[in-house]
């Protein structure tokens, strides 16, 4: 079962962009400008393929999504998506620049492998990782805590509007165990070479030593 806004890739975007506010496209521009020009660029769990928009012209952007309904609305738009998973690690095309936005809470536990798969393979690697979830929520390490009906009822809400994609396990959220310091010490610890703190999110930067 997949939630809403992962039916629908219109609605996808709009809640992006209400969610992230005006950090949306602040998030893609600072991306941009970390890629440069002239890169091979390659966009894992590439949603909507916004990123597409907004990078250099001379650079080459594919985009990798298991949602169908997602690449064929990004094909639709001119963008270079393939419907494939993220974890094919060995038909990753050559690229100078991986890109995963929003997803390694999506992929628990598997997330660090798909960073240690990605870091070998590329050049330099961007991750974007959200450090809270909605205001009414202070951030993803209270959701472990969540227990009985508290569960249940944010777990439906998951389920409805959430971040349920229909295609990892729907409640991997719980198991996301980062506020905005452990997310921090996690990219750290995995060798990002920068952190920047973007308003609910960060992005990590890493390169090839």
Not at 43 to 71: M, P, V
Not at 150 to 175: C, E, H, M, W, Y
Request: hydrophobic share 35%.
């Amino acid at each position: 079962m997949s939630s809403i806004q992962y039916n629908h890739p219109k609605i996808y975007d709009f809640l992006n962009f209400i969610i992230n506010g005006k950090f949306n496209e602040k998030k893609f521009e600072l991306i941009s400008k970390i890629i440069g020009k002239d890169k091979r660029v390659l966009d894992l769990a590439c949603g909507t393929g916004l990123l597409s928009k907004y990078i250099d012209s001379s650079c080459h952007y594919e985009g990798w999504d298991l949602n169908k309904k997602f690449i064929d609305y990004a094909k639709r738009r001119g963008i270079n998506a393939k419907l494939k998973s993220i974890f094919d690690f060995k038909n990753y095309p050559k690229t100078d620049v991986i890109v995963i936005i929003d997803a390694l809470h999506h992929v628990v536990p598997n997330q660090v492998k798909l960073l240690n798969e990605t870091i070998k393979r590329s050049k330099q690697v961007i991750i974007v990782e959200p450090h809270t979830t909605f205001s009414i929520i202070p951030d993803f390490k209270e959701l472990k805590s969540y227990k009985g009906i508290k569960r249940s009822v944010f777990s439906f809400l998951n389920d409805v509007f959430g971040d349920a994609d229909g295609i990892n396990p729907k409640d991997t959220v719980f198991d996301w165990n980062h506020d905005k310091t452990s997310l921090r010490e996690f990219f750290k610890e995995h060798g990002a070479k920068k952190v920047v703190e973007l308003g609910p999110m960060l992005i990590g930067v890493f390169e090839k030593s």
